[in-house]
């Protein structure tokens, strides 16, 4: 049975934090869901290239996914705006599932609470509110919480996820057949 992952989207999403690492889930075979927060199916990432999330956030059982995955950008602002993001994180580790977050989606895991005392990493630009980020990790994996640093690390943060997921020999097939 293949793992499920939950991924937010908004407007203001960062593309290749979000896309990399969904398309090496899917070609591990994991099933990633790319679910809207806002009332609109097509979703307009910061560089104005647009994505179709495949639901509604409020229209999915969030209980059956094994990990929550939250992308970067601008859109993080909206993200920590809207209460859903920071309890749906909180409610998947407290489950014993993953959650995954990069760039500035690491605040979404400090609003729910789950960075106190923890390893972890984020964009350079969260570090006065996350002043124990690890700047020199591409990928910090600490239980269930796996953070990353940004755009240029999401192959990566991409391939670690497909590792926790699908399996070592999976993730490293994946990135044979990407020349990773």
Do not use: N
């Not at 499920?4 to 090496?24: A, H, Y």
């Not at 009332?39 to 990432?45: E, K, S, T």
């Amino acid at each position: 049975m293949s793992k499920c992952v939950l991924c937010l989207l908004t407007d203001g999403f960062e593309e290749i934090e979000t896309v990399t690492p969904v398309d090496l889930l899917r070609r591990a075979g994991a099933e990633v869901v790319l679910a809207a927060l806002g009332g609109r199916l097509l979703v307009a990432g910061r560089c104005g290239i647009t994505l179709q999330a495949d639901a509604f956030l409020d229209d999915l059982d969030t209980s059956a996914f094994d990990m929550l995955f939250i992308p970067g950008g601008p859109a993080v602002k909206a993200l920590r705006q809207d209460d859903r993001p920071a309890v749906l994180a909180q409610s998947f580790y407290e489950a014993g599932k993953f959650v995954a977050a990069i760039c500035a989606g690491p605040l979404i895991l400090h609003d729910a609470g789950l960075l106190a005392g923890r390893r972890h990493t984020a964009h350079d630009s969260t570090y006065d509110e996350l002043p124990f980020a690890e700047p020199e990790e591409e990928v910090v994996m600490d239980g269930r919480l796996i953070t990353s640093r940004g755009a240029g690390t999401a192959l990566p943060f991409g391939l670690a996820l497909a590792a926790l997921l699908c399996g070592k020999e999976e993730a490293d097939k994946v990135a044979l057949a990407i020349m990773a």
